[in-house]
Nanobody, 122 residues
Framework: QLQVVESGGGLVQPGGSLQLSCAAG????????IGWFRQAPGKEREPVLCDNSLTVYYLDSVKGRFTISRDNAKHTVYLQMTNLRPEDTGTYYC?????????????????WGQGIQVTVSS
């Protein structure tokens, strides 16, 4: 069964950093685009960025602060978040699709993680 599992969330102070991991189970990430979405309390889920060997940003507010990297040998994608702001608070989801194309639409992605909480607060 294909699945992705997020880890690495938690509570961090404004200006701090966190690294989220998205580990794939049951498939090889080499041929998958990986998207990250987030949902803040009381708001709709929004696309953050996507990686298909290049990074596509969907939120201007994270450019220069969030980066994606992959370790295909470990079947894991990492979301490195720096200079975090309170407005980055939310549940973060990684999602995978067997495609070389990224999309900001949630329906594009086939396999979703359960989500992980990121809280930025002093």
């Amino acid at each position: 069964q294909l699945q992705v599992v997020e880890s690495g969330g938690g509570l961090v102070q404004p200006g701090g950093s966190l690294q989220l991991s998205c580990a794939a189970g049951g498939f090889n990430l080499d041929y998958y685009a990986i998207g990250w979405f987030r949902q803040a309390p009381g708001k709709e889920r929004e696309p953050v960025l996507c990686d298909n060997s290049l990074t596509v940003y969907y939120l201007d507010s994270v450019k220069g602060r969030f980066t994606i990297s992959r370790d295909n040998a470990k079947h894991t994608v990492y979301l490195q978040m720096t200079n975090l702001r309170p407005e980055d608070t939310g549940t973060y989801y990684c999602a995978a699709v067997p495609s070389t194309f990224c999309s900001n639409g949630a329906s594009h992605y086939r396999t979703w993680g359960q989500g992980i909480q990121v809280t930025v607060s002093s």
